[in-house]
């Protein structure tokens, strides 16, 4: 009788050792290989009953393996189960708390170099990556997750004042991190960390390796453009941007681009159809403005004739995205060189110079040139060798109708900066009012090999070249 109450409980104990461990397994499977629950509650209840069936595993293996009966036999059983309890309860967590890990996060701004297309990785997003993270985490130890970190931290830093010190140290940091990662944003970011500091082949193969990891990032494909385009390898450089579209349709950055890739490589109406996509999708695309504008000015330049109706569609152009952008560098260089602004004339040193060079100029504003002249020939007694005072001076006597001292001054200002193509295109007007339409044409010439895209001496030279032509006739 006693033998059999010893076996059934011994059988018992097998049974409950079997269905805990069984339950214990299934549960550590689960936590291990799914992502855990969202609910704080649930994730609770999961680390309890993963503790209870440990605790009751043990406590029934612990008197298998201790036999002894009684009180001592059951204080044994019961220590050795709470002692499992409350290591997995509190001491361990096999249920995998929720994990954070930066990612990429991109706004996309408008811009035509290097600067804009990091300034496009925003790394400052952070959410959960879940499965993702827990390959990276399984893959990489904690000092690869702090290199990455470093990384995107230096990135982030250099990003906003493009300091190419910022970026190496982000290309040190990131460089551990991508050895080891097995994920395509670390190569994003080295690729734009080498953009940022000029080194394009390196760029290329950090930006290639993402491709291969992540085959549909658009700005993997952008960046790969870029780099290509810098090293002006255009034609490769139009296959990854156009890739990079058909992944993201209707991104300004990209679309602007592409077109610049393709109006480097003579496509000039393909690069105005990428043009006018970008702003067919966003009016506010600064650079997609500015990049038809510049077809136009190329297209009269292969022409050397002057069109009004281009002319106006330039300007209105550059119009529009100084208005979107009123800091936009391509279109204040572009407005520059149509209407022959910002010219090597250099201002003058002195203070007192300048000063009356001010006056002058609000008094020339005024219409009151024979003021404005005192005041430049003031000027001209501190700075005589000024050639923007002598420019100043001539276009006052032109105003003067006193066209033989105009020319006297355009010339000195020539003389001092013979690069200025407002100065010959100047010289040019006053011969062409005094009826020398031969030399108003040569100057005007001139003033299109300092600056082909000059439209205002454009518009003068046809005008001129007509004058000659009936002349002949």
Known sequence: MEYSTVSRHSRAGLVIVIVMGGMLSVFL??????????NETMRGIMRFLIALCGGLFAGVLTGYVITSDGLKGLTIRASGGIAIFVLLMFGVNPVRSKQTQ???????VTGQQTNQYIQSIDPSG?????RKYTRLREKANRRTKQAYERGVFAFDQAKTSMDKEKFRTAIRSLEIATALIGTYEPYLYLGAAYLGVGENE????????????EGTSGKAWEGLGLAYSHLLAYEPAIKALEKAD???????????????????????EDARVHYEEAVNWDKACADAWVGIASVIVANLQIARSYDPESHQQVME???????????NSWANELLHMVLGIGEPERPPEEPDAREHLERAGALLARGQ??????????????EPENSTVHMSMGKAYFQLNNFEEAIQRFKWAIELSPNSCRAWRSLGETYERLGQVEEARN???????????????????ARVTVKLERGSN
């Open 317 to 327: 152009c550059l119009k529009t995205a100084l208005a979107v952008d009123p800091k």
């Open 369 to 382: 040139i024979s003021e404005a002249l005192k005041e430049y020939r003031k000027a001209e007694l501190y």
């Open 443 to 461: 100057a005007y010439e001139k003033a299109l090999r300092i600056n082909p895209a000059y439209l205002l001496a454009q518009r003068d030279l």
């Open 102 to 108: 930066p990612i990429l996060r991109f706004n996309l």
């Open 246 to 268: 058909n992944l993201a349709p209707g991104e300004c950055l990209t679309l602007t681009r592409l077109g610049y890739a393709l109006m480097q490589s003579g496509r000039l």
């Open 126 to 130: 952070y959410i959960a990556l879940e």
């Open 202 to 213: 390196q760029a290329i193969d950090a930006f290639k390796k993402a491709i291969e990891l």
């Open 29 to 38: 499977v689960y936590a291990v290989l799914f992502p855990p629950p969202e």
